[in-house]
């Protein structure tokens, strides 16, 4: 069998893949455009999702494309329930700055993707001692499609304050499958060249000497 020459980079490519990581931002509803989303683009962000790794390549994804604006709303009245029990997480300013943040945009995004765990029937290679090893391959997928979408210009914020249950009930998912992601897709009016929560103060980006440990924990 001939081999195919491996894929070699050069210094541009690395660098502009850096640039796409860099810019990469979570997309919130007060600047999604309700510009229709071509077929092509929606292709390429599911193709980039199915290049993600997977362990023992099981590809243990599922996909569900949300245009209708009834399944937005259904999925949104969860979001507005669990929004009001997270609220209460916080206290003094913080809550009053959580209560202030735009946290979505599923009304708003021209498309919703839910994206799916769905176990495999028997054993994975890779995931028997670590089980949740399949949901983070699905993390990954997710990764891909967000990185493309960011090279193609459109924006992806991914909501996580639902009920993941809620969710299934509306979408009709199998019982067995687990939501890992909903996502918003939009083109936007502006990308923020830092991320909103950091230029809103709600945190600080910390710094490799605060996360990289050499060879241990003491």
Not at 40 to 61: C, D, K, T, Y
Request: hydrophobic share 40%; charged share 25%.
């Amino acid at each position: 069998m001939k081999e195919h020459p491996q894929r070699i980079f050069n210094d541009k490519e690395q660098a502009l893949l850096e640039e796409i990581m860099i810019h990469r931002r979570d997309v919130r509803g007060n600047h999604f455009l309700d510009t229709p989303i071509s077929q092509e683009s929606v292709n390429r962000i599911i193709e980039a999702a199915l290049a993600a790794p997977s362990v023992g390549f099981s590809q243990p994804w599922e996909f569900v494309l949300i245009r209708d604006q009834k399944t937005k709303q259904a999925v949104k009245e969860t979001f507005s329930e669990e929004t009001a029990r997270a609220a209460m997480q916080f206290t003094d300013e913080k809550q009053k700055e959580y209560i202030k943040l735009k946290l979505e945009g599923i009304l708003e995004a021209p498309l919703n993707m839910a994206v799916f765990y769905k176990p495999a029937d028997g054993p994975v290679l890779g995931q028997t001692s670590m089980p949740n090893m399949g949901k983070y391959s699905v993390v990954c997928a997710i990764q891909n499609m967000w990185l493309m979408a960011r090279s193609l210009n459109i924006g992806m914020g991914w909501v996580s304050i639902l009920d993941p249950e809620k969710v299934k009930q509306v979408l009709g998912a199998p019982e067995p499958n687990q939501l890992i992601g909903y996502l918003c897709f939009g083109y936007t009016d502006m990308f923020y060249n830092q991320p909103e929560l950091e230029l809103k103060k709600w945190d600080r980006k910390k710094l490799q000497k605060e996360v990289v440990i050499q060879e241990k924990y003491t």
